[in-house]
């Protein structure tokens, strides 16, 4: 029982024995698998982190529509452009259910969205990198939405009943975005020109090593983790997730005829999967301050939407003021 782990730095976990009566309640609940829903009591810890992650997940969506909305006009045929359009429209249905989600916790849309716009809120990492070819557009649906999955998966079965729900559904969708990205890379690189599967390894060469940092730090950096999994709102480490990542990555891109740009990738038979070289962690916290290629891009962009779509959230309130009035005169 993760309640019972003792660690002995600043993230050390209360034990059921020092928790209060209600906070143990609802770890024993946790622990036995009953959902958490929204109305229920929850520590204040449990909220916030809540809140945190499924916002951050929530504005991922959101922003991640951007570097493959930049291919849209620019998909090679028509069939490419209709698979496309669906899935970036997938991705703002996530950001709705998500957004929904956190708002069952006590936080408004707009207070969400201020977060993102001042850059207090996190997105992911991977959505700060430009899609310079069309071979990106299925770099992201091979290994994107392949490294979404595998970190969503588990969180169908996190413990916070909106958030879990929510994951199902993306999780099914999902899994048509990594399928079409992979499909878009076969044609490239099995019926395509040397031209185009060298565009392809050049892709490849560009996306690997961010997907790998979406899992976030190394467990042992990572501040969140221990609590939690101890309140299963994750269930695997960020480590344990990335191994499973590249396990599964590898013979997709030997398939492909790909090479992964790592020259320490190598099966290690011992552990039942493959040995990786170390992840740039000073690129990964640079583009977490803000200084990744399209940081400020992204951001610009999500602002400008916002203020253009001033008037129309402003005519949906008129329009609702209006009625309430008409409804009132008419009960009076
Ligand atoms: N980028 O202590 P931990 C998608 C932050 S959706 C930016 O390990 P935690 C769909 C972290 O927030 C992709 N920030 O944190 C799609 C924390 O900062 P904070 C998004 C990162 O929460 C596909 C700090 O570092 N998926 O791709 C990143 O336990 C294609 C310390 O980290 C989700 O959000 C990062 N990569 O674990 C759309 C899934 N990694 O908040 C369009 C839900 C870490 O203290 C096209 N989220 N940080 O200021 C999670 O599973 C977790 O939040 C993790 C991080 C695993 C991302």
């Known amino acids: 029982m993760y309640a019972q782990q003792i660690k002995t730095d600043a993230r050390r976990l209360k034990t059921l024995e ?82 929904c989600a956190a708002e069952t916790l006590g936080i408004s849309r707009d207070q969400m969205l201020a977060q993102l716009h001042s850059g207090k809120a996190k997105y992911s990492s ?66 395509g020109t040397a031209a185009q599967k060298a565009m392809a ?14 899992f976030g730090p190394p467990d042992g950096e990572s501040i969140h983790s221990a609590q939690s999994m101890a309140w299963k709102i994750k269930q695997n480490s960020n480590d344990e997730l990335r191994q499973k990542f590249v396990d599964q990555t590898v013979p997709q891109a030997d398939y492909l005829g790909l090479t992964i740009p790592d020259p320490d990738l190598k099966w290690n038979d011992a552990k039942g999967g493959y040995d990786f070289g170390e992840i740039d962690w000073d690129e990964f916290h640079r583009v977490l301050r803000g200084d990744g290629p399209c940081n400020k891009q992204r951001l610009d962009d999500r602002v400008t939407a916002w203020e253009d779509g001033a008037w129309y959230r402003e005519g949906l309130m008129a329009h609702a003021e209006k009625k309430a009035a008409r409804r009132a005169a008419a009960a009076a």
């Open 126 to 191: 991977i959505f700060n990198y430009p899609t310079l070819t069309w071979a990106d557009v299925g770099m992201i649906g091979w290994l994107v939405d392949g490294a979404a999955i595998m970190n969503q998966v588990p969180l169908q079965r996190c413990s916070y009943g909106p958030y879990s729900r929510a994951m199902i559904r993306v999780c099914k969708e999902e899994s048509f975005h990594q399928r079409q990205g992979y499909d878009a890379l076969i044609t490239l690189c099995h019926k």
């Open 18 to 99: 020092e928790m209060d009566d209600q906070e143990r309640a609802f770890q024993e609940r946790v622990d036995a698998d009953i959902k958490i829903e929204a109305k229920d009591w929850m520590p204040d810890g449990y909220r916030k982190t809540l809140i945190r992650q499924i916002s951050q997940h929530a504005h991922s969506e959101i922003v991640g529509q951007l570097p493959e909305a930049n291919w849209i006009s620019r998909a090679p045929t028509l069939e490419r452009k209709a698979i496309l359009l669906a899935k970036v429209q997938d991705e703002a249905g996530h950001g709705l259910y998500l957004y």
């Open 201 to 214: 390894q050049d892709a490849l060469d560009r996306w690997w090593w961010p997907s790998l940092m979406m």
